[in-house]
Structures are given as structure tokens and as C-alpha cells.
T-cell receptor
Framework: RKEVEQDPGPFNVPEGATVAFNCTYS??????FFWYRQDCRKEPKLLMSVYSSGNEDGRFTAQLNRASQYISLLIRDSKLSDSATYLC?????????????FGTGTQLKVEL | GAVVSQHPSWVICKSGTSVKIECRSL??????MFWYRQFPKQSLMLMAT?????????EQGVEKDKFLINHASLTLSTLTVTSAHPEDSSFYIC??????????FGQGTRLTVV
């Protein structure tokens, strides 16, 4: 089983749609979680951290379910500019520091 | 947010030569730096994790003698691809973090070995 698993997509949705991505992780000791966005041929950029209580940032809502070991990202009222690959990232502190593990990413295409 | 500078942005080199990529954290002290490789249409694959002042920890399948990592200070890590071959052509990205905070990524280096 992969440490972090995501549905690769692509998800093709019309502008204005609401879309959700899920991600599962295998290490129950994982401590922090993030969603990153990566545009084609660019470096990943942090979209939002994921907190146990759930958190919202504008049209984006992130949820964490530790019992089931999954993380979700909800995008409301999707825009053309939301088209990108969304990476689920899990941080597992090790003896010497942190270890970030990336999911394979979920590709989103927002269309007119 | 914090800035991580990576260069060169792209490099084309001949097969058999070595290429050094630098990753600098400009406004924070990075206790940990990561080096990733990304092939077209694939996800980031962690190559190695380095903590300042200690040897890098390589992921399974990554040759430590081929991909030399030096993390001599809290603001600089280097990756040297030794004796590069065409199959090493890829997008290499570094990221830097201090414990508990998000990782900041460099801009990436596109390596093409001809």
C-alpha cells in the first residue's frame, strides 16, 4: 500500500461546479497534512494546511479524518484558474527531522 | 512566505558530465531539505532527505554515489548528479523546512542530458 494515495483523475468539471478530492494515508503516526497545488512545469505551492477541526479558505475547504486516515479538499464555485494538479502531502517527523510524502496528485480541469 | 532559491533553472549537459544544483533558503534556517525528482506526468518522487550537518538519507532505489547531496549550512544544500546519462533527464526540485512548518519549494531545475 502506498503511503499516500490519491485518485489521479483527471476530473473534468464545468466552471462553477463543486468538486472534492480525497486522499488516504497509511501511517497513523502522521502529524501534519497539507494540500499543495502544482501547475504544469512549475514547482508545487502550498494551498492550505489541514487541521483536525477542518478549515476553510475562501472557496476551499479541507477536512481531516484521523480515525479513517483520510484527508479531503473541497472546491466550491470552481474557476478556470483552478485547473491544476492537487497534491496531498503528509508530514511524518523522523528522528532527524521531517519527512514529507507526496501523493501522486489529482488533476483537475475546469471547463467553460 | 519564505523563499527558497534554486538554480540553475535549466541545464543541458553532455552525457558523462556532472551537474551541480543549488538550493538556498533565503530568509529562514532550513533544518531539513528535501530533493525530489519529477518525470513528465508523474508525481514528485523523494530522492533524499538531508539535515544540516549530517549525511543525507536516500530513498530506496536512489544511488547515493550518483546523486551527491551536501547540506553544509542551514541555508544551503547542493545536489550533484555525477556522470549524468540521458535517463537522468528530469525536473529536480528542492524544498526546505524547519520542523512543523510547511515546506517551501525551489523553482526547480530542468536537467536535459544529451
Amino acid at each position: 500500500r502506498k503511503e499516500v494515495e490519491q485518485d489521479p483523475g483527471p476530473f473534468n468539471v464545468p466552471e462553477g461546479a463543486t468538486v472534492a478530492f480525497n486522499c488516504t494515508y497509511s501511517n497513523s503516526a502522521s502529524q501534519s497534512f497539507f494540500w499543495y497545488r502544482q501547475d504544469c512545469r512549475k514547482e508545487p505551492k502550498l494551498l492550505m494546511s489541514v487541521y483536525s477541526s477542518g478549515n476553510e479558505d475562501g472557496r476551499f475547504t479541507a477536512q481531516l479524518n484521523r480515525a479513517s486516515q483520510y484527508i479531503s479538499l473541497l472546491i466550491r464555485d470552481s474557476k478556470l484558474s483552478d485547473s491544476a494538479t492537487y497534491l496531498c502531502v503528509v508530514n511524518n517527523p523522523t528522528g532527524g527531522g521531517n519527512k514529507l510524502t507526496f501523493g501522486t496528485g489529482t488533476q483537475l480541469k475546469v471547463e467553460l | 512566505g519564505a523563499v527558497v532559491s534554486q538554480h540553475p533553472s535549466w541545464v543541458i549537459c553532455k552525457s558523462g558530465t556532472s551537474v551541480k544544483i543549488e538550493c538556498r533558503s533565503l530568509d529562514f534556517q532550513a533544518t531539513t531539505m528535501f530533493w525530489y525528482r519529477q518525470f513528465p506526468k508523474q508525481s514528485l518522487m523523494l530522492m533524499a532527505t538531508s539535515n544540516e550537518g549530517s549525511k543525507a538519507t536516500y530513498e530506496q532505489g536512489v544511488e547515493k554515489d550518483k546523486f551527491l547531496i551536501n547540506h553544509a549550512s542551514l541555508t544551503l544544500s547542493t545536489l550533484t548528479v555525477t556522470s549524468a546519462h540521458p535517463e537522468d533527464s528530469s525536473f529536480y526540485i528542492c524544498s526546505a523546512t524547519d520542523i512543523y512548518t510547511e515546506a517551501f519549494f525551489g523553482q526547480g531545475t530542468r536537467l536535459t542530458v544529451v
